[in-house]
C-alpha cells in the first residue's frame, strides 16, 4: 500500500502542473434551480438518515465499541454511493467539474488512502497482540511463568498517523461564490463528504490507538444534524474518560485476572482463562470483519482515482 500512496502522490504532482494551463470546459444549460436543490437535498437525506442507526443515548458507563465504530466505517461507501447519485441528478460529471472540485475531489481521495493505508497498519499490530495474548494462554498449562510474562508484557494498543486532510489555499469562499449554481452543489456536497470521512476515521484512529486527541483535536463543525448529535455524545466520553474501545478495555481486564488466577498457583485454566479466550475469538472477528472493510475501500477508491487520473492524462471522457 505504501508503494501505492507514493504512486498516487507523483500523479497528483503530475496532475497539478496540467492544471496551470487547463481551460475550464464549456457548460451545459443548467437544470432548473428547483431541480438542482432537490438532488442536493435528496443526498442529504441519504447522508443523515445512514447515520440515524448510530445514535447514540447519553447514559453512565456508556463507551465505545469496535462494533460501533465499525457499524460508521461501514456507511462511508454509503455516502459515496449518494454523492454519485448526486452528480448524475445534476448531470454535471467530472469531466465538467471546475479545477478547485476536481482538485478538492483527489485531496480527498489521497487523505483516505493515507488513512486507511495507517489504519491497516494499526489492525495488523493489534492483530499481533492478539496472537500474543491466545500464545500466553496456550502455555498456562505447560509453563505458566513464561504465560504470566507473556500477559504482562504484551501491549494492545498501536499508533496511527494524525489525521490531516489536504486542504485547499486561498480565498475558499470567494472561490464559491463566484461558481455556476451546480458547482457550487458539487463544492457543498463535497465538503460534507470530507466532513463525514474525516470524522468517522478520527474515531476509528482514537479508538485503535486508545489516544483520544486523534479525534478531539480534529474536530470540526459538522453541518449534518444526525451526526452532529453523535459526536456530542462522542466527544463528552472522550473528554471524561477518553476513548478506549470496550473490547480493548476488557481484554486487558481479562488479562490482568488471568495472570492473578496463575500467581495464585491454582494451575491449568481458571474461569477467567476461559472467559478470556472467548473474548479473544471475539476480537479477532471484529479485527478481521474491519481489515476486509477497509482494505475494500482502499481499492475501491484507488481505482476510482487511478481512472480519473488515467482518463484525464489521456484527455477522455469521465
Not at 30 to 59: D, G, H, Y
Request: proline share 3%.
Amino acid at each position: 500500500m505504501v508503494l501505492l500512496i507514493q504512486k498516487i502522490n507523483k500523479l497528483y504532482s503530475k496532475l497539478e502542473n496540467h492544471y496551470h494551463h487547463h481551460k475550464q470546459q464549456q457548460r451545459d444549460d443548467p437544470p432548473p434551480p428547483e431541480a438542482l436543490r432537490t438532488a442536493l437535498q435528496s443526498f442529504r437525506s441519504q447522508v443523515s438518515s445512514s447515520f440515524t442507526k448510530l445514535l447514540l443515548t447519553p447514559k453512565p458507563g456508556l463507551e465505545i465499541s469496535l462494533q460501533w465504530v465499525h457499524n460508521c466505517f461501514e456507511l462511508l461507501p454509503v455516502v459515496n454511493k449518494a454523492f454519485a447519485k448526486l452528480v448524475m441528478d445534476l448531470d454535471h460529471p467530472m469531466s465538467k467539474w471546475a479545477q478547485g472540485s476536481v482538485r478538492e475531489y483527489l485531496n480527498q481521495s489521497l487523505s483516505l488512502l493515507d488513512l486507511l493505508n495507517s489504519i491497516s497498519s494499526s489492525l495488523s499490530s493489534l492483530g499481533q497482540s492478539r496472537l500474543s495474548f491466545a500464545h500466553a494462554l496456550a502455555l498456562i498449562d505447560g509453563s505458566p511463568s513464561s504465560a504470566l510474562d507473556r500477559l504482562k508484557t504484551t501491549q494492545l494498543s498501536s499508533s496511527c498517523n494524525k489525521v490531516t486532510y489536504r486542504e485547499e489555499n486561498g480565498d475558499v469562499d470567494g472561490k464559491v461564490a463566484s461558481l455556476c449554481e451546480r458547482e457550487a452543489i458539487i463544492h457543498e456536497a463535497l465538503m460534507e463528504m470530507k466532513t463525514v470521512g474525516f470524522w468517522v476515521t478520527s474515531i476509528l484512529v482514537a479508538c485503535l490507538s486508545g489516544d483520544a486527541k486523534a479525534y478531539l483535536e480534529t474536530r470540526r463543525p459538522i453541518s449534518v444534524a444526525v451526526l452532529a448529535s453523535v459526536d456530542s455524545v462522542v466527544s463528552g466520553i472522550a473528554m471524561e474518560k477518553g476513548i478506549v474501545a470496550k473490547e480493548v478495555r476488557d481484554l486487558k481486564e481479562s488479562a490482568v485476572k488471568v495472570a492473578a488466577e496463575i500467581s495464585s498457583n491454582r494451575g491449568g485454566c481458571g474461569v477467567a482463562a476461559e472467559e478470556m479466550e472467548r473474548k479473544l475469538e471475539v476480537f479477532e472477528k471484529l479485527l478481521d470483519g474491519l481489515r476486509k472493510d477497509v482494505d475494500r475501500l482502499f481499492s475501491e477508491i484507488l481505482v476510482g482515482r487511478n481512472e480519473l487520473l488515467r482518463r484525464f492524462r489521456h484527455g477522455e471522457q469521465y
